[in-house]
């Protein structure tokens, strides 16, 4: 049934007759699998993509790069609570590399997310460093291009 997840991943909105056809398994059984995967906390939850350039909102979106001190006997997963659990943050990852957290958030205003990481995120006992990157323009989010722009066929005719 990972074929079913794929799917319901690209577009959550399909019914269970459309998802029964694309991976030929009958309609009850699509709908119990759905629902067993929601029980199982493998789905978990459904959203819609928005492009909300579309609609002149002046959203800020923020990647920030997060140093901690893993605490003794929890690492990291004590910390990464902390801030997942604050309701300006969209996304929490741990990575690998330079820096042990990706926190990503959306401010109405430079000046808020600014204020966010300053006396929210970087005050916090186990935060070492952070550095903030802001998104400028999204092409492509979860497999979704936002504009696919129109492919030009004229041919070029010289004479």
């Given at each position: ?96 590399g330079s820096f042990d957290l990706t926190v990503i958030i959306v401010g109405r205003t430079l000046k808020e997310v600014a204020l966010f990481v300053a006396e929210r995120l970087a005050p916090l006992d186990s935060v070492q460093s952070t550095a903030t990157h802001f ?25």
């Amino acid at each position: 049934m990972y074929q079913l997840l794929e799917i319901l991943e690209k577009n959550g909105r399909l019914k269970d007759e459309e998802l029964a056809v694309m991976t030929g398994k009958d309609p009850n059984e699509i709908r119990a699998k759905i629902e067993a995967f929601e029980k199982d906390n493998i789905i978990v939850g459904y959203s819609a993509l928005i492009n909300w350039e579309k609609i002149n909102t002046e959203n800020v979106t923020a990647l920030i790069e997060v140093k901690v001190t893993p605490q003794r006997g929890e690492g990291f997963d004590k910390i990464a609570e902390r801030i997942y659990r604050f309701p300006e943050v969209n996304a929490c990852y741990l990575m690998s590399g330079s820096f042990d957290l990706t926190v990503i958030i959306v401010g109405r205003t430079l000046k808020e997310v600014a204020l966010f990481v300053a006396e929210r995120l970087a005050p916090l006992d186990s935060v070492q460093s952070t550095a903030t990157h802001f998104v400028l323009k999204k092409y492509k989010d979860q497999g979704t291009i936002f504009e696919d722009k129109p492919k030009d066929d004229r041919e070029a005719i010289f004479i």
